[in-house]
């Protein structure tokens, strides 16, 4: 998403807290991910009457609740494709996803390829800790086989799958990786997509000390390694070798960014203007010029 068109202010970070109190769990790292996003927020200057946070459902998804933006708290797993129709609708909004790696890669993990492929001009924040933290401790996709759960009593049967390598697959222009015990790092990577015109996807581990006992916050800290300071952001073969883990470490930093990629809602204003500009262009012209 990139915030360059719109109107810039000027508000100490605490501004962007709402009156809502959080009521996440003590000691839960989605405080630091919170703190990094007013941060975030504060250092791009984006104007909170211009800005619509999107959530689907879970702890991570009361995220819009806590901060001062319009917001859609929506249906499980559909947060990105309501996001989507959001910034189609009002390109001149940022609009900024926030949910967890259960809503966004199990119920809702038919819409992430195509947020990235479609470069659909947003942020997506992944508060990635591997449960489901607010139904009382489910496996997820990104839970280790040893996580003991209440659907895995034994451990998993599966390895889990990797956001970052399969966010850059997909296409995305933009792909980050933070932890929550590093709110300086997330607010710099999330004001870096906040500011990047197209699809940013940030990936931050978040520890839940009420239902994943394994990955703790000294478990992450030791996880993640920064990326050294001569990857070349714009090599996609060498983000993925960093994405894909080959020293056992999760990179922490701006794996990938690609500039001048045409975003959907501009794809879009292509179409509409071949119509003549008309604004409310008739939908059976547009697929019809997708008819060979
Ligand atoms: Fe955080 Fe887990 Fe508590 Fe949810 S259940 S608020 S993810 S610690
Ligand atoms: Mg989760």
């Known amino acids: 998403m990139s915030t360059a068109a719109l109107n810039k202010v000027q508000m100490p970070f605490k501004d962007y807290k709402s009156e809502v109190p959080v009521v996440w769990c003590p000691g839960c790292g989605h405080h630091g991910i919170l703190n990094g996003l007013y941060r975030a927020l504060a250092d791009a200057g984006v104007d909170p009457t211009c800005l619509v946070n999107v959530s689907g459902i879970g702890c991570s998804s009361r995220t819009p609740y806590f901060v001062k933006s319009y917001k859609m708290h929506t249906l499980h797993g559909r ?48 508060y990635d800790n591997g449960i489901y933290g607010l139904t009382k401790g489910q496996y997820s996709p ?33 792909v980050a990786q933070a932890f929550a015990g590093k709110p300086k790092i997330c607010a710099d990577l999330i004001k870096q997509a906040l500011e990047h015109k197209g699809f940013s996807y940030v990936n931050i581990f978040s520890q839940c000390p009420s239902f994943n006992k ?79």
């Open 79 to 126: 947060a990105g494709a309501v996001a989507t129709g959001v910034q189609l609708a009002r390109p001149d909004l940022a609009v900024v996803v926030t949910g967890g790696d259960g809503d966004g890669f199990s119920i809702g993990g038919g819409h992430m390829p195509h947020m990235a492929r479609k470069n659909v001009n947003l942020t997506y924040i992944l």
């Open 142 to 174: 990104t839970s280790r086989p040893e996580l003991k759960a209440y659907t895995t009593p034994y451990g998993g049967p599966d390895e889990p799958m990797n956001p970052c390598l399969y966010m850059l697959t997909y296409g995305a222009t933009f």
């Open 214 to 292: 394994i990955d703790t916050i000294e478990f992450y800290r030791d996880l993640v390694e920064e990326i050294p300071a001569g990857h070349d952001v714009t090599d996609i073969g060498a983000a993925m070798a960093l994405a894909r883990r080959p020293n056992g470490k999760a990179p922490m930093g701006l794996l990938y960014k690609e500039e001048g990629k045409p975003t959907l809602d501009e794809k879009m204003a292509g179409l509409v203007q071949k119509l003549g500009g008309h604004p409310d262009y008739d939908m059976k012209k547009v697929i019809n010029l997708f008819r060979p």
